[in-house]
T-cell receptor
Framework: DAKTTQPTSMDCAEGRAANLPCNHS???????VYWYRQIHSQGPQYIIH???NNETNEMASLIITEDRKSSTLILPHATLRDTAVYYC?????????????FGTGTRLKVLA | DTAVSQTPKYLVTQMGNDKSIKCEQN?????MYWYKQDSKKFLKIMFS???????INETVPNRFSPKSPDKAHLNLHINSLELGDSAVYFC?????????FGEGSRLTVL
């Protein structure tokens, strides 16, 4: 019951911006979009999340379209250490009952 | 000081055995989760507990029984292990925002 679709893989040159797209066309009005990444088989790590507005933190920027049917995660200056699987997630439910539904992930390879 | 810790990290066992994986979080979060990651890296939610109460049970076979003795702990017991149970099991916790994951427990059923 994945609510998101992502490309299977992408390459990016080191130092360039990595733009990872995600479609979530069935998202509801109060459902947040989260992004996580997983390096090798470690536990997934939080990157960023948003509802309607674009968001930026020290790791990345999140651009959400006005209709909220898609979003893009931007890593502004990709490094080799950013090579990982990036998951776009929709959080459904209410406080205490949140369910974080993972997409199939995009395998990002940053090339030297 | 690890926020979400799971034990054991690796578990190799025979079909038909019963095994448990333990999870503890020291973040003071109310909600804890178990996710299963298969060989294709798909992360699927199995269970969630909020303040020791079962909230989500994603049609997981009843061979899987979670137990939450208190809100800092969520254990997963698996009876009669099958080959298809081989996976990495991740524990996670959250309050109202970010989900914090443990490092995973890799279960191999032979």
């Amino acid at each position: 019951d994945a609510k998101t679709t992502q490309p299977t893989s992408m390459d990016c040159a080191e130092g360039r911006a990595a733009n990872l797209p995600c479609n979530h066309s069935t998202i509801s009005g109060n459902e947040y979009v989260y992004w996580y990444r997983q390096i090798h088989s470690q536990g997934p790590q939080y990157i960023i999340h948003g509802l309607k507005n674009n968001e930026t933190n020290e790791m990345a920027s999140l651009i959400i379209t006005e209709d909220r049917k898609s979003s893009t995660l931007i890593l502004p200056h990709a490094t080799l250490r950013d090579t990982a699987v990036y998951y776009c997630i929709v959080r459904v439910g209410g406080s205490g009952t949140y369910k974080y539904i993972f997409g199939t992930g995009t395998r990002l390879k940053v090339l030297a | 000081d690890t926020a979400v810790s799971q034990t054991p990290k690796y578990l190799v066992t025979q079909m038909g055995n019963d095994k448990s994986i333990k999870c503890e979080q020291n973040l003071g979060h109310d909600t804890m989760y178990w996710y299963k990651q298969d060989s294709k890296k798909f992360l699927k939610i199995m269970f969630s507990y909020n303040n020791k109460e079962l909230i989500i049970n994603e049609t997981v076979p009843n061979r899987f029984s979670p137990k939450s003795p208190d809100k800092a702990h969520l254990n997963l017991h698996i009876n009669s292990l099958e080959l298809g149970d081989s996976a990495v099991y991740f524990c996670a916790s959250s309050t109202r925002g970010e989900l914090f994951f443990g490092e995973g427990s890799r279960l191999t059923v032979l």
